[in-house]
């Protein structure tokens, strides 16, 4: 079992944070967001990751180098115009095609058991299942005795039971033929014009363990809330991960870090320094005395005096 790891988003509603990063390179706890899609992919037994990238694609070479994650081969394709979602699954035909794959968005944080999702869709004989949720989001997915009838409501297919799509997807390879090359598409037609030709999308309801979508600041934040140092524990994090502030930073002693702060590698907070919820990207400095609250500093950048909800 393949994955496919979308990673080529422009992240418009976390700018600044994403001017010069992709969105899903941006760190929780000093770890890029993809790599928590990799490890849960990986604690799933999938044997390889394929990513596109588009907006800064030299920021992957340089949060995830050497062709391979924790021993996964992982393949990076590049998008000079992008694709969108079944551009991009099409892009990626030659990598893809020689079984059923998984689709992951990279701004995706989740915990829940993936396998018996896979083992269900190969044993339905379908081309698609949607992994779905009760919450959490907007619901947009109708579906009724596993099987979506409507999504966004584009059909007006008759009422039934509507779920948030966690942005997973198994797919197999005859997927391909349905979506059209060598151009910007959505999957979502896709999945529209097999219901419309009665061709069954299968849908996969599981609410247990976490899922999270990233895409906004609030969202950001509150992953490092739950997450912090003694919260929430991830059945796939790595030893020792999370930590407040790595060996490499340097907190001046008389500086205050509480709630869900977070100190990135290489960063230095100055003398008599307060942080209260923030995060501190990794080579990102913060001046002595400053007084912070629910405020981002992204690598390389430096903050100071008394600023809530800032982003510099």
Known sequence: MNAFVLGAGLGTRLRPLTARRPKPLVPIYGKPLITFAFDHLAANRVDRLVVNTHHCPEAYAIHTPGGSYRGLPLTLRHEPVLLDTGGGIKNVEDLLAGGPFVVYNGDVLADFPLRPIISRHLASGRIATLVLRSSGGPLQVQCRDGLVC?????????????????????????IFRLIPAGQPVSIIPVYLDMIRAGIPVGGDVVDEGLWFDLGSREAYLGAHSLLRPGGHRLSYAPPGWPQGVPSSALCDPSATLCGASAVGEGAIIGAGASLKDCVVWENARVLPGSRLSRCVVRDGCQAWGEASDRDW
């Open 150 to 174: 409507d999504i966004r409501r584009a059909l007006g297919a008759p009422e039934a039971p509507a779920f948030l799509f966690t942005g997973i997807t198994i797919l197999s390879p005859e």
